[in-house]
Each structure stands twice: as structure tokens, then as C-alpha cells.
């Protein structure tokens, strides 16, 4: 299938931050083909979830959808209380109802560059009730989950040269 009349929303270079805090601190998971995810806690309760490019070339990454508000992305928090109990989380944006254009997310990120995107703690949602700030403060761990597939579909189309597989941070919970 062609694409055509398709618009992408892309986020610029602009968007690529430079990460404030030791690149030690950061949850890294293992890197596949050219990128790897990690997370680590921030401020005002956040979590930050970090992408970073260690390839020798340029990734175009399929981060999610723009659906009218915010945007949502392909990301899973895996929450893991003390009794090993697994719960799937997602940010809130993934639960607005969507509404007229829906337009991919994507991402060209440079060789060895890093983007990240914080998530309020209490945005990450598991049950009407439950958030990641709650569990957090439970004694549960986290780790965040992101996949893009080969002909991932977009509009009727599909974006045929982004970056494919699945990546997965390392554990974290906050000191205690």
C-alpha cells in the first residue's frame, strides 16, 4: 500500500535535551538494533524515560500517536510489587478518546544522541484507582516497555523505514 497525503508529525531536534542528571543514574536496558531505553525517577514526582541512539547512524524511531491532545506513545510501565504480582500501566494520554486526525509520532534521532520524555507519576495509569505514584509508594519497581513493528500502520499506510523491534529498561524503585 502507498502512502499518500500523509503527515507526520515529527519531533525536531529541538526536542533532543540534553539529560540533566549522571548518565550513570540511568536504568539502561539492553540496546537492539542501535537503541536501548532507560528510565530513572525525577523531580515533582516524575519518570523519565530515555531513548538513545548507539548506533553509527540515524534512527527513525515510530514513538506513538498524536490523537488531538497530547500525544500517546507505544510505552508499557510494568509495575512489580513484593510478591512478584505484575501489573501493566500507561500513560494517560493512551486513554483519551480519539478523535478526528490521527497523526504518527516520530522521532529522528542523531548517532549516539538521547531524547527523553517525563511522565508525572500520577499520570501513569493501572486502574481507575491505581497510579505509579501509588504503587511506588507500596513498595512495587517499575520498568517501561516500548515496540514499534516492521509496517507499523499509520493512516492507511504504513511508515516503511523506522526503526522495528522491542526494547525494555532495567528495573528501578525509588530509594528507600
Known amino acids: 500500500m502507498r502512502i499518500s497525503g500523509v503527515v507526520v508529525v515529527t519531533v525536531v531536534a529541538l526536542a533532543v535535551v540534553p539529560c540533566a542528571f ?19 525517577f525525577g523531580a515533582d514526582p516524575t519518570i523519565r524515560v530515555v ?8 534512527q527513525d524511531v515510530l514513538l506513538g500517536y498524536q490523537n488531538g491532545r497530547d ?19 500507561h500513560e494517560l494520554a ?5 478523535e ?6 516520530s522521532l529522528v534521532l542523531s548517532s549516539v544522541r538521547k531524547y527523553e520524555i517525563v511522565f508525572p507519576l500520577k499520570n501513569i495509569i493501572y486502574s481507575p484507582t491505581d497510579t505509579l505514584e501509588r504503587l511506588l509508594k507500596d513498595g512495587y519497581s517499575v520498568r ?18 523506522h526503526w522495528v523491534g522491542k526494547l525494555e529498561s532495567a528495573e528501578i524503585s525509588p530509594a528507600r
Open 51 to 58: 531513548f538513545q541512539n548507539v548506533s553509527g547512524q540515524d
Open 100 to 105: 478526528g486526525l490521527v497523526q504518527p509520532v
Open 71 to 89: 500525544p500517546a506513545y507505544n510505552l508499557k510501565f510494568i509495575a512489580k510489587g513484593r510478591d512478584g504480582k505484575l501489573r501493566e500501566g
Open 144 to 161: 517501561v516497555f516500548f515496540e514499534a513493528g516492521r509496517g507499523e500502520p499509520t493512516m492507511g499506510g504504513t511508515l516503511p523505514h
Open 94 to 98: 493512551a486513554f483519551y478518546p480519539v
Open 22 to 40: 549522571a548518565a550513570d543514574s540511568i536504568a539502561w536496558g539492553i540496546a537492539v538494533n542501535g537503541l536501548r531505553l532507560g528510565v530513572v
